[in-house]
T-cell receptor, first 111, second 111 residues
Framework: ETGVTQSPTHLIKTRGQQVTLRCSSQ?????VSWYQQALGQGPQFIFQ???????GRGNFPPRFSGLQFPNYSSELNVNALELDDSALYLC??????????FGNGTRLTVT | GQNIDQPTEMTATEGAIVQINCTYQ??????LFWYQQHAGEAPTFLSYNVLDGLEEKGRFSSFLSRSKGYSYLLLKELQMKDSASYLC????????????FGAGTTVTVRA
């Protein structure tokens, strides 16, 4: 069973730039969620995708957007990066009656 | 909004028992989860409670009281590898898998 994989593991960007993070779901899972985890905090829900459509969103501005592909992989895009966007970005996949399974995350640093 | 509280840090001795409390006030309730997160790694699923009572899984047990908005995670026969952050999370919706997380409790196991 292949787990959730994310790329890249680390990324450094400059304020104002755009970034794309990628995630491959665990096999058999059709739902993907993205979370932002600041240092010393719990993960914060960004949004969730099911059947290639967003079906839940947290308190994040529209410059955070995403995609889910037919193979259930996903992307998180962040435009106009701000310093406060520096965090660990976690992707999690799930299916009905299964808990969230998280990837190891992408550590984004905005300078 | 969602409010999930848990202690910031706990220290215990190898072989001992530690209980991590979590209280929550959320707009809805559809289950409470506990995750373990080692530094630099993905959160991994430990337990799930949706009905009142105790769920036991080996050395780990979790308890839920919905009327009190309260849960605890009990770690028995502590091992050094149990040193990690423990995250309490509430699922408050039915249509999505949004989890609201507490900030996490860092448990340090000492020899």
């Amino acid at each position: 069973e292949t787990g959730v994989t994310q790329s890249p593991t680390h990324l450094i960007k400059t304020r104002g730039q755009q970034v794309t993070l990628r995630c491959s779901s665990q096999s058999g899972h059709n739902t993907v969620s993205w979370y932002q985890q600041a240092l010393g905090q719990g993960p914060q829900f960004i949004f969730q995708y099911y059947r290639e459509e967003e079906n839940g969103r947290g308190n994040f501005p529209p410059r955070f957007s995403g995609l889910q592909f037919p193979n259930y992989s996903s992307e998180l895009n962040v435009n106009a990066l701000e310093l406060d966007d520096s965090a660990l970005y976690l992707c999690a996949s799930s299916s009905i009656n299964s808990p969230l399974h998280f990837g190891n995350g992408t550590r984004l640093t905005v300078t | 909004g969602q409010n999930i509280d848990q202690p910031t840090e706990m220290t215990a001795t190898e072989g001992a028992i530690v209980q991590i409390n979590c209280t929550y006030q959320t707009s809805g309730f559809n289950g409470l989860f506990w995750y373990q997160q080692h530094a630099g790694e993905a959160p991994t699923f430990l337990s799930y409670n949706v009905l009142d009572g105790l769920e036991e899984k080996g050395r780990f047990s979790s308890f839920l009281s919905r009327s009190k908005g309260y849960s605890y995670l009990l770690l028995k026969e502590l091992q050094m590898k149990d040193s990690a952050s423990y995250l309490c999370a509430v699922r408050d919706g039915l249509g999505d898998y949004k989890l609201s997380f507490g900030a996490g409790t860092t448990v340090t196991v000492r020899a």
